[in-house]
Protein backbone atom coordinates (compact mmCIF):
# COMPACT_ATOMS: atom_id res chain seq x y z
CA UNK A 1 0.00 0.00 0.00
CA UNK A 2 2.91 2.83 0.99
CA UNK A 3 4.80 1.71 -2.08
CA UNK A 4 2.34 3.53 -4.20
CA UNK A 5 2.81 6.83 -2.19
CA UNK A 6 5.23 9.21 -3.56
CA UNK A 7 9.10 9.22 -2.01
CA UNK A 8 8.47 12.15 0.64
CA UNK A 9 5.91 10.50 2.15
CA UNK A 10 7.22 6.62 2.45
CA UNK A 11 10.43 8.40 3.88
CA UNK A 12 8.18 10.02 6.68
CA UNK A 13 6.66 6.66 7.04
CA UNK A 14 10.03 5.40 8.00
CA UNK A 15 10.84 8.27 10.28
CA UNK A 16 7.48 7.76 12.29
CA UNK A 17 8.59 4.52 13.89
CA UNK A 18 5.11 3.00 12.91
CA UNK A 19 5.43 -0.47 11.93
CA UNK A 20 2.33 -1.51 10.43
CA UNK A 21 -0.65 0.50 8.99
CA UNK A 22 -4.00 -0.18 10.40
CA UNK A 23 -7.16 -1.93 8.61
CA UNK A 24 -8.56 1.42 8.10
CA UNK A 25 -5.72 2.60 5.98
CA UNK A 26 -5.15 -0.33 4.12
CA UNK A 27 -8.50 -0.63 2.86
CA UNK A 28 -8.82 3.70 2.44
CA UNK A 29 -5.49 4.67 0.61
CA UNK A 30 -5.72 2.16 -2.28
CA UNK A 31 -9.57 3.40 -3.10
CA UNK A 32 -9.18 7.20 -2.09
CA UNK A 33 -5.62 7.21 -4.22
CA UNK A 34 -8.19 5.84 -7.55
CA UNK A 35 -9.65 8.76 -7.28
CA UNK A 36 -13.46 7.02 -5.59
CA UNK A 37 -15.81 8.70 -3.15
CA UNK A 38 -15.38 6.97 0.15
CA UNK A 39 -17.88 6.86 3.13
CA UNK A 40 -15.74 5.23 5.92
CA UNK A 41 -16.41 4.44 9.72
CA UNK A 42 -13.66 2.95 11.70
CA UNK A 43 -13.87 3.10 15.41
CA UNK A 44 -11.78 5.61 17.13
CA UNK A 45 -8.06 5.55 17.78
CA UNK A 46 -7.28 3.62 14.56
CA UNK A 47 -5.54 5.93 12.81
CA UNK A 48 -8.38 7.23 10.36
CA UNK A 49 -6.70 10.63 9.91
CA UNK A 50 -3.81 9.17 8.19
CA UNK A 51 -5.87 7.16 6.20
CA UNK A 52 -7.53 10.03 3.90
CA UNK A 53 -4.11 12.44 5.07
CA UNK A 54 -1.66 10.25 3.25
CA UNK A 55 -3.44 10.12 -0.28
CA UNK A 56 -4.46 13.59 -0.33
CA UNK A 57 -0.75 14.78 0.04
CA UNK A 58 0.17 12.37 -2.60
CA UNK A 59 -2.64 14.03 -4.92
CA UNK A 60 -1.13 17.61 -4.41
CA UNK A 61 0.57 19.03 -6.85
CA UNK A 62 3.55 21.82 -4.94
CA UNK A 63 3.76 23.21 -9.34
CA UNK A 64 -0.26 24.07 -9.07
CA UNK A 65 -0.32 27.83 -7.05
CA UNK A 66 -4.16 26.96 -6.71
CA UNK A 67 -6.61 25.30 -3.48
CA UNK A 68 -6.78 21.85 -4.71
CA UNK A 69 -8.12 20.22 -1.46
CA UNK A 70 -10.03 21.42 1.76
CA UNK A 71 -10.21 19.12 5.06
CA UNK A 72 -13.44 20.09 6.76
CA UNK A 73 -13.89 19.06 10.78
CA UNK A 74 -16.72 20.39 13.03
CA UNK A 75 -14.39 21.69 16.23
CA UNK A 76 -11.24 24.11 16.31
CA UNK A 77 -9.11 21.35 18.30
CA UNK A 78 -10.07 18.72 15.29
CA UNK A 79 -8.92 20.96 12.71
CA UNK A 80 -5.75 22.08 14.60
CA UNK A 81 -4.72 18.82 15.49
CA UNK A 82 -5.24 17.36 11.75
CA UNK A 83 -3.43 20.59 10.41
CA UNK A 84 -0.27 19.60 12.89
CA UNK A 85 -0.51 15.92 11.12
CA UNK A 86 -0.18 17.75 7.75
CA UNK A 87 2.64 19.37 9.19
CA UNK A 88 4.79 16.61 10.09
CA UNK A 89 3.83 14.44 6.94
CA UNK A 90 4.40 16.84 4.44
CA UNK A 91 7.83 17.94 5.65
CA UNK A 92 9.99 18.80 2.72
CA UNK A 93 7.20 18.10 -0.31
CA UNK A 94 6.70 22.04 -1.00
CA UNK A 95 2.61 21.60 -0.48
CA UNK A 96 1.64 24.55 1.28
CA UNK A 97 -1.60 24.39 3.49
CA UNK A 98 -2.98 26.50 6.21
CA UNK A 99 -5.85 26.30 9.26
CA UNK A 100 -8.74 28.45 9.04
CA UNK A 101 -11.27 28.20 12.31
CA UNK A 102 -14.09 30.39 13.36
CA UNK A 103 -13.17 32.40 16.58
CA UNK A 104 -10.17 33.47 15.08
CA UNK A 105 -8.40 36.43 14.08
CA UNK A 106 -10.12 37.51 10.88
CA UNK A 107 -7.04 39.29 9.51
CA UNK A 108 -4.68 36.84 10.11
CA UNK A 109 -6.08 34.05 8.33
CA UNK A 110 -6.83 36.80 5.32
CA UNK A 111 -2.55 37.29 5.76
CA UNK A 112 -2.50 33.44 5.61
CA UNK A 113 -4.53 32.87 2.24
CA UNK A 114 -2.31 35.83 0.39
CA UNK A 115 0.19 33.05 0.77
CA UNK A 116 -1.54 30.53 -2.02
CA UNK A 117 -2.10 27.70 0.08
CA UNK A 118 -2.64 24.04 -1.44
CA UNK A 119 -4.83 22.54 0.89
CA UNK A 120 -7.39 24.06 3.53
CA UNK A 121 -8.02 22.29 7.32
CA UNK A 122 -11.24 24.34 8.20
CA UNK A 123 -14.34 24.61 9.99
CA UNK A 124 -17.02 24.81 7.74
CA UNK A 125 -18.82 28.81 9.28
CA UNK A 126 -15.77 30.37 8.55
CA UNK A 127 -14.65 28.76 5.39
CA UNK A 128 -17.83 29.44 3.96
CA UNK A 129 -18.15 32.84 5.15
CA UNK A 130 -14.52 33.57 3.16
CA UNK A 131 -15.49 31.43 0.48
CA UNK A 132 -19.09 34.02 0.02
CA UNK A 133 -16.59 37.27 0.03
CA UNK A 134 -14.45 35.40 -2.67
CA UNK A 135 -11.24 35.36 -0.64
CA UNK A 136 -11.47 31.32 -0.96
CA UNK A 137 -11.46 29.96 -4.22
CA UNK A 138 -12.76 26.50 -4.55
CA UNK A 139 -12.84 26.48 -8.77
CA UNK A 140 -9.95 23.81 -8.88
CA UNK A 141 -10.47 21.85 -5.47
CA UNK A 142 -10.31 18.11 -6.38
CA UNK A 143 -10.95 16.81 -3.20
CA UNK A 144 -13.07 17.47 -0.14
CA UNK A 145 -12.74 15.89 3.29
CA UNK A 146 -15.31 15.37 5.89
CA UNK A 147 -13.94 14.35 9.12
CA UNK A 148 -15.83 12.85 12.31
CA UNK A 149 -18.36 13.69 8.59
CA UNK A 150 -21.51 12.68 11.44
CA UNK A 151 -20.66 15.80 13.16
CA UNK A 152 -20.44 18.04 10.63
CA UNK A 153 -24.23 16.49 8.84
CA UNK A 154 -26.09 17.47 11.79
CA UNK A 155 -28.46 19.72 11.01
CA UNK A 156 -26.69 23.36 12.10
CA UNK A 157 -23.81 22.19 9.70
CA UNK A 158 -25.13 20.61 6.71
CA UNK A 159 -26.40 23.64 4.96
CA UNK A 160 -22.69 24.87 4.87
CA UNK A 161 -21.05 21.60 4.12
CA UNK A 162 -23.53 21.38 1.30
CA UNK A 163 -22.90 24.38 -0.08
CA UNK A 164 -19.03 23.82 0.31
CA UNK A 165 -18.96 20.75 -1.40
CA UNK A 166 -21.09 22.43 -3.96
CA UNK A 167 -18.69 25.34 -4.84
CA UNK A 168 -16.12 22.99 -6.28
CA UNK A 169 -15.01 21.13 -9.27
CA UNK A 170 -18.25 18.49 -10.59
CA UNK A 171 -15.56 15.98 -11.06
CA UNK A 172 -14.27 16.13 -7.04
CA UNK A 173 -13.83 13.34 -5.22
CA UNK A 174 -15.78 13.39 -1.33
CA UNK A 175 -14.42 11.52 1.13
CA UNK A 176 -15.83 11.24 4.57
CA UNK A 177 -14.88 9.56 8.26
CA UNK A 178 -16.41 9.19 11.00
CA UNK A 179 -16.37 6.52 14.14
CA UNK A 180 -19.57 6.03 14.09
CA UNK A 181 -21.83 5.99 11.60
CA UNK A 182 -25.76 6.20 11.82
CA UNK A 183 -28.37 5.29 8.73
CA UNK A 184 -29.15 8.58 8.53
CA UNK A 185 -25.99 10.15 8.07
CA UNK A 186 -25.13 7.79 5.94
CA UNK A 187 -27.81 8.42 3.66
CA UNK A 188 -27.03 12.57 3.92
CA UNK A 189 -23.34 11.29 2.71
CA UNK A 190 -24.54 9.36 0.02
CA UNK A 191 -26.45 12.26 -1.39
CA UNK A 192 -22.96 14.43 -1.43
CA UNK A 193 -20.85 11.57 -3.37
CA UNK A 194 -20.85 10.15 -6.39
CA UNK A 195 -21.19 5.80 -6.68
CA UNK A 196 -19.06 6.31 -3.14
CA UNK A 197 -17.17 3.26 -1.79
CA UNK A 198 -18.65 2.49 1.59
CA UNK A 199 -15.94 0.79 4.31
CA UNK A 200 -16.67 -0.21 7.53
CA UNK A 201 -14.14 -1.55 9.82
CA UNK A 202 -15.26 -3.53 12.84
CA UNK A 203 -12.12 -3.16 14.92
CA UNK A 204 -8.67 -3.21 14.52
CA UNK A 205 -6.13 -5.75 15.75
CA UNK A 206 -3.24 -3.36 15.02
CA UNK A 207 -4.92 -0.40 17.03
CA UNK A 208 -6.78 -2.24 19.59
CA UNK A 209 -4.52 -4.55 21.41
CA UNK A 210 -5.34 -2.07 24.78
CA UNK A 211 -7.33 -2.91 27.34
CA UNK A 212 -10.02 -0.74 28.60
CA UNK A 213 -11.72 -1.31 31.29
CA UNK A 214 -15.91 -0.19 31.96
CA UNK A 215 -17.03 0.57 35.82
CA UNK A 216 -19.07 2.43 37.18
CA UNK A 217 -20.09 4.64 40.56
CA UNK A 218 -23.37 4.66 41.77
CA UNK A 219 -23.80 8.09 43.65
CA UNK A 220 -26.40 10.79 44.16
CA UNK A 221 -25.94 13.86 41.56
CA UNK A 222 -24.45 16.17 44.26
CA UNK A 223 -21.99 13.53 45.15
CA UNK A 224 -20.14 13.39 41.67
CA UNK A 225 -17.52 16.11 42.50
CA UNK A 226 -16.06 14.57 45.77
CA UNK A 227 -15.94 11.24 43.50
CA UNK A 228 -14.10 13.65 40.65
CA UNK A 229 -11.75 14.51 43.80
CA UNK A 230 -10.67 10.94 44.58
CA UNK A 231 -10.41 10.09 40.78
CA UNK A 232 -7.64 13.18 39.95
CA UNK A 233 -5.84 12.01 43.34
CA UNK A 234 -5.35 8.61 41.71
CA UNK A 235 -1.31 8.83 41.19
CA UNK A 236 0.05 8.51 37.84
CA UNK A 237 -3.63 9.40 36.24
CA UNK A 238 -4.41 11.72 33.18
CA UNK A 239 -8.13 11.84 33.09
CA UNK A 240 -10.81 13.48 30.46
CA UNK A 241 -13.76 13.80 32.46
CA UNK A 242 -17.07 14.66 30.20
CA UNK A 243 -20.02 17.34 31.77
CA UNK A 244 -22.87 18.13 29.41
CA UNK A 245 -23.95 21.34 30.66
CA UNK A 246 -21.07 24.72 29.86
CA UNK A 247 -22.64 26.85 33.06
CA UNK A 248 -21.51 23.77 35.28
CA UNK A 249 -18.58 23.42 34.72
CA UNK A 250 -16.75 26.92 36.00
CA UNK A 251 -18.49 25.56 39.47
CA UNK A 252 -16.27 21.77 38.91
CA UNK A 253 -13.52 23.86 38.32
CA UNK A 254 -13.23 26.23 41.00
CA UNK A 255 -14.24 23.23 43.56
CA UNK A 256 -11.26 21.61 42.56
CA UNK A 257 -8.61 24.27 42.76
CA UNK A 258 -10.23 24.85 46.40
CA UNK A 259 -8.87 21.59 47.13
CA UNK A 260 -5.76 22.60 45.17
CA UNK A 261 -5.81 19.72 42.09
CA UNK A 262 -4.70 20.84 38.95
CA UNK A 263 -7.43 20.61 36.53
CA UNK A 264 -8.55 22.29 33.20
CA UNK A 265 -11.42 22.93 31.45
CA UNK A 266 -12.03 22.85 27.69
CA UNK A 267 -15.33 24.28 26.55
CA UNK A 268 -16.91 25.87 23.24
CA UNK A 269 -17.76 29.28 24.84
CA UNK A 270 -13.82 29.87 25.83
CA UNK A 271 -11.77 31.91 23.14
CA UNK A 272 -9.17 29.93 21.26
CA UNK A 273 -6.20 30.58 22.87
CA UNK A 274 -7.53 29.68 26.58
CA UNK A 275 -8.97 26.80 24.60
CA UNK A 276 -5.31 25.76 23.00
CA UNK A 277 -3.80 26.86 26.18
CA UNK A 278 -5.86 24.34 28.18
CA UNK A 279 -5.24 21.10 25.54
CA UNK A 280 -1.60 21.84 25.69
CA UNK A 281 -0.70 21.71 29.05
CA UNK A 282 -3.04 18.72 29.72
CA UNK A 283 -1.30 17.16 26.56
CA UNK A 284 2.23 18.26 28.14
CA UNK A 285 0.98 16.68 31.62
CA UNK A 286 1.11 19.45 32.93
CA UNK A 287 -2.54 19.06 34.82
CA UNK A 288 -3.70 16.00 35.82
CA UNK A 289 -7.38 16.29 34.70
CA UNK A 290 -9.56 18.26 32.13
CA UNK A 291 -12.69 18.88 32.66
CA UNK A 292 -14.64 19.30 29.12
CA UNK A 293 -17.92 19.51 27.56
CA UNK A 294 -17.88 16.79 24.24
CA UNK A 295 -16.31 19.22 21.79
CA UNK A 296 -13.03 17.27 23.53
CA UNK A 297 -15.13 13.85 22.12
CA UNK A 298 -14.91 14.07 18.66
CA UNK A 299 -11.38 12.76 16.95
CA UNK A 300 -8.87 14.56 19.99
CA UNK A 301 -6.39 12.40 20.01
CA UNK A 302 -4.13 13.22 23.37
CA UNK A 303 -1.25 10.40 23.93
CA UNK A 304 -1.90 8.56 27.50
CA UNK A 305 -5.30 9.74 28.43
CA UNK A 306 -5.90 6.81 31.49
CA UNK A 307 -9.46 7.25 32.21
CA UNK A 308 -12.59 9.32 30.95
CA UNK A 309 -14.90 10.17 33.38
CA UNK A 310 -18.12 10.31 32.52
CA UNK A 311 -19.57 13.18 35.15
CA UNK A 312 -22.97 13.60 33.13
CA UNK A 313 -24.55 10.71 31.78
CA UNK A 314 -24.13 10.73 27.66
CA UNK A 315 -27.18 11.62 25.92
CA UNK A 316 -27.38 8.34 23.42
CA UNK A 317 -25.09 5.43 22.94
CA UNK A 318 -22.62 7.48 19.94
CA UNK A 319 -21.70 9.85 22.50
CA UNK A 320 -20.54 6.90 25.13
CA UNK A 321 -18.47 5.41 22.68
CA UNK A 322 -17.44 8.77 21.25
CA UNK A 323 -15.95 9.34 24.98
CA UNK A 324 -15.04 5.90 25.35
CA UNK A 325 -12.45 6.56 23.00
CA UNK A 326 -10.02 8.61 24.22
CA UNK A 327 -8.59 6.23 26.10
CA UNK A 328 -7.37 2.23 25.20
CA UNK A 329 -5.82 4.57 21.82
CA UNK A 330 -3.27 2.54 19.77
CA UNK A 331 -2.78 -0.19 21.96
CA UNK A 332 -2.68 1.59 25.66
CA UNK A 333 -4.61 0.31 28.79
CA UNK A 334 -7.65 2.35 29.82
CA UNK A 335 -10.45 2.74 32.46
CA UNK A 336 -13.90 3.95 31.65
CA UNK A 337 -15.64 5.29 34.60
CA UNK A 338 -19.39 7.08 35.03
CA UNK A 339 -20.28 8.12 37.63
CA UNK A 340 -24.43 7.24 37.82
CA UNK A 341 -27.60 7.37 40.06
CA UNK A 342 -30.02 4.38 39.98
CA UNK A 343 -31.69 5.40 37.00
CA UNK A 344 -29.10 6.13 34.87
CA UNK A 345 -27.21 2.58 36.14
CA UNK A 346 -30.38 0.97 34.23
CA UNK A 347 -29.46 2.79 30.74
CA UNK A 348 -25.35 2.39 31.27
CA UNK A 349 -26.26 -1.15 31.57
CA UNK A 350 -28.54 -1.38 28.51
CA UNK A 351 -25.76 0.19 26.51
CA UNK A 352 -22.50 -2.00 27.69
CA UNK A 353 -24.79 -4.62 26.80
CA UNK A 354 -25.84 -3.56 22.86
CA UNK A 355 -22.12 -2.62 22.82
CA UNK A 356 -20.81 -6.37 24.28
CA UNK A 357 -18.84 -4.63 26.89
CA UNK A 358 -18.45 -5.94 30.18
CA UNK A 359 -19.19 -3.87 33.30
CA UNK A 360 -18.19 -3.48 36.68
CA UNK A 361 -19.62 -1.75 39.53
CA UNK A 362 -16.73 -0.40 41.52
CA UNK A 363 -15.84 1.51 45.30
CA UNK A 364 -13.51 3.65 46.31
CA UNK A 365 -11.60 2.44 49.66
CA UNK A 366 -8.59 3.92 51.00
CA UNK A 367 -8.31 6.24 47.91
CA UNK A 368 -8.13 3.39 45.58
CA UNK A 369 -10.69 2.00 43.48
CA UNK A 370 -11.76 -1.85 44.76
CA UNK A 371 -14.36 -4.02 44.22
CA UNK A 372 -17.48 -4.22 46.34
CA UNK A 373 -17.48 -7.19 48.82
CA UNK A 374 -20.75 -7.66 51.69
CA UNK A 375 -17.99 -8.72 54.76
CA UNK A 376 -15.06 -6.01 54.29
CA UNK A 377 -13.67 -4.58 51.45
CA UNK A 378 -11.11 -6.07 49.28
CA UNK A 379 -8.88 -3.61 46.78
CA UNK A 380 -8.39 -4.81 43.19
CA UNK A 381 -4.92 -5.79 42.23
Known sequence: MLNNLKPFLQEAWEKSGFETSTSIQDAAIPVILEGKDVIAESPTGTGKTLAYLLPLLNKIDPAV???QAVVLASSQELVMQVYQEFQKWSEGSGIRGTSIIGGANLKRQ?????KRPQVIFATPGRLLELIKQKKVKMHEVKMVVLDEGDQLLIPEHLGTVQNIVKSTMSDRQVV???ATMKTATEKLAKDLTKEPEVLRIEKDEVASSGKVEHIYFLCEPRDKIKLLEKIARIEGSKSLAFINDIGE???FKEKLHFKELSVGILHSDMKKLDRQAALKSFRDG?????VATDVAARGLDIQGVTHVVQIDFPKDITQYVHRAGRTGRMGADGIVISLVTERE????????KELNLPLHKRIFFKGQIAEEIEKGQKLRK
Do not use: D, G, N, P
Request: proline content about 0%; hydrophobic content about 40%.
Open 176 to 178: LFS
Open 249 to 251: IQV
Open 345 to 352: ERELKKYC
Open 110 to 114: LEKLK
Open 65 to 67: QSL
Open 286 to 290: KMKML
